[in-house]
């Protein structure tokens, strides 16, 4: 009696995938190692579409401005923040940021289409690896909070990011698209992110103390790590044909298991881009 | 420079919930108490919905079958699936049961409404704290694959499912809806559930050996539990204006937050129906 649910899955990619997946190695100077207590992460940063957010968290990077800062709200199925002590100098020395939510494009802007129209938005996709939103008539496009995407938290109005971060744990908080600033995403390590202990309780059970909340041990550029301690990691490249098939194979499922067919929509969020470690030697 | 990204979200609750949340107690006799190594977990079973699978399943706890099952599969934004060694004894004394995916319904059925048209179903809402699909003019409901839901593993064939389980702990699966049978959703300890150490690690990273596998120290039903060891636990009530008035309020966000708002539309499995601990004395 096999329980093939998952094996199902993989050969759904086995039978419908016709071109082989294609993969895009990490820029070292545009990727980021984040040391956790228990685990590392890697973030591919988004210097194409953020720009301004990404050289923001580099220079903070590079600084060592993470080094101590703790996941101070970490809500199960929504986020996971972190950030200087509030209102401290640190966190005041930081200047604020121009929004960066979206982009212009015209109609020559290439991207793998995944749903026309969609749920939040009229045509969803994915672009060098990322989840996006896109509007024709307004000819625009943007990063969506799909899971592991890290984005700058900020005050009510909308130029007041500067450091504090947040990275999204749970089911997509879609609702905050285009009006954050998205500027990387989780590629390796994930469960490391999961695993940071939740600062807000159940109700009725206390919230987590200060001295208990997860600290970074460290955020820096992997081009700034030592060789021997570097994660190289290559991701899924999504703006090919390979990738295109794939995303149809998930959205007009064929395999066995689906002995009732799902409708065929597929949620932009719930389409995984691989990633795999390489040497570095 | 205050950080308010979540606070807002808090914010929006108290403007725009009108009513008083309301609670309702969990029915020992259909909740769940699953001890891991690492962390105590709460599953509400749905007994109206999937009557058959509930009574497996507190079958199966009550005679202690998930000692030491194995959380075997592990896909980070995936699932986590446990249960007995494939093909074992113990996994072949188990016998399979028929499909219970969704439910008939009439006119006269009552929910919360989520959205409508809404992605994956005609109609999206909650009933009795689940998050549920419709379809009126097929006169059926179901049970969404939302994070935290628990459901049967099978095989090809629908009516394969038998002892092994998985719980969602990513983006929601919803071509998973209809074809499988949901039984519970976790209302405690959902961030044990996301701990679970993968098996399947990045490719290039060795796959988790069976031996380093998280084991379930048990499941039983909570009546079974001796009333110190308890964890008794509310759930918001989703069948009530306070509720349907929260659905709104995240469908319509009024906060100064949302500097542009977002499109009016819900995603049922970004709704959270809160927990909350209750004294046992």
């Given at each position: 009696m096999k329980k093939l649910m998952l094996a199902a899955s993989s050969l759904l990619f086995a039978t419908s995938v016709v071109a082989e997946t294609q993969w895009r190695k990490l820029d070292p100077q545009n990727t980021v190692l984040?040391?956790?207590?228990?685990?590392?992460?890697?973030?591919?940063?988004?210097?194409?579409?953020?720009?301004?957010?990404?050289?923001?968290?580099?220079?903070?990077?590079?600084?060592?401005f993470y080094q101590g800062n703790k996941f101070y709200r970490v809500i199960d199925?929504?986020?996971?923040?972190?950030?200087?002590k509030d209102g401290s100098e640190k966190d005041k020395s930081v200047s604020e940021l121009k929004m960066e939510s979206e982009w212009k494009i015209d109609d020559s802007w290439q991207y793998t289409e995944v749903q026309?129209?969609?749920?939040?938005?009229?045509?969803?996709?994915?672009?060098?690896?990322?989840?996006?939103?896109?509007?024709?008539?307004?000819?625009?496009a943007w990063l969506t909070h799909c899971p592991g995407v890290i984005a700058m938290a900020r005050g009510n109005e909308p130029d007041t990011g500067s450091s504090h971060f947040y990275i999204v744990n749970g089911q997509a908080p879609r609702y905050?698209?285009?009006?954050?600033?998205?500027?990387?995403?989780?590629?390796?390590?994930?469960?490391?992110?999961?695993?940071?202990?939740?600062?807000?309780?159940?109700?009725?059970?206390?919230?987590?103390?200060?001295?208990d909340m997860i600290e970074i041990v460290d955020v820096q550029l992997m081009s700034d790590v030592k060789p021997e301690n570097r994660i190289a990691i290559e991701v899924e490249d999504t703006d090919n044909k390979a990738f295109a098939d794939k995303v149809q194979g998930r959205k007009y499922r064929t395999a066995a298991f689906f002995y009732k067919k799902p409708p065929p929509v597929l949620d932009v969020c719930q389409v995984p881009v691989k990633s795999r470690l390489i040497s570095t030697k």
């Open positions: 984040m040391t956790l207590p228990h685990g590392k992460v890697v973030i591919e940063l988004a210097p194409e579409f953020t720009p301004n957010h990404v050289a923001r968290f580099k220079q903070l990077a590079k600084s060592g199925g929504f986020v996971a923040q972190a950030g200087p026309q129209p969609a749920f939040f938005a009229p045509i969803t996709g994915f672009k060098k690896g990322f989840a996006i939103g896109l509007d024709k008539e307004q000819n625009r905050l698209d285009r009006i954050m600033a998205v500027f990387g995403r989780v590629v390796y390590g994930m469960n490391h992110i999961q695993s940071i202990t939740r600062t807000a309780g159940v109700e009725g059970e206390a919230p987590l103390k200060e001295k």
